[in-house]
């Protein structure tokens, strides 16, 4: 069974950076896409970054283009998310997750099967 824990997460003033890491045990990851989505108060859940099995493929939502940033490392079965110029509507809780389906690609949440518990990300303006 997949277990995908984050952490990184905290509060930071607007304009400051927060690097999020998902550490993922207990199953296959290297031959999969993980995402990191994220939902505000009062907000539907939203994709924010993906990554592929490599890393040599990535996509964001317009909303975070040029400011987030998602990497891997396979050899330690982590995918990070580095999140600068922060903004008080990035204030949500962060999850990542795993794809159902090896060697694909998407931005569906339905698309993952294997979510961690989250991590609270707050900016104060």
């Known amino acids: 069974q997949v277990q995908l824990v984050e952490s990184g997460g905290g509060l930071v003033q607007a304009g400051g950076s927060l690097r999020l890491s998902c550490e993922a045990s207990g199953g296959t990851f290297i031959s999969y896409a993980v995402g990191w989505f994220r939902q505000g108060p009062g907000k539907e859940r939203e994709f924010v970054a993906t990554?592929?099995?490599?890393?040599?493929?990535?996509s964001y939502a317009d909303s975070v283009k040029g400011r987030f940033t998602i990497s891997r490392d396979n050899a330690k079965n982590t995918v990070y998310l580095q999140m600068n110029s922060l903004k008080p509507e990035d204030t949500a809780v962060y999850y990542c997750?795993?794809?159902?389906?090896?060697?694909?690609?998407?931005?569906?949440?339905?698309?993952?099967?294997?979510w961690g518990q989250g991590t609270q990300v707050t900016v104060s303006s």
């Open positions: 990554i592929s099995w490599s890393g040599g493929s990535t």
């Open positions: 997750a795993r794809r159902r389906t090896a060697l694909t690609v998407g931005t569906r949440s339905s698309e993952y099967g294997y």
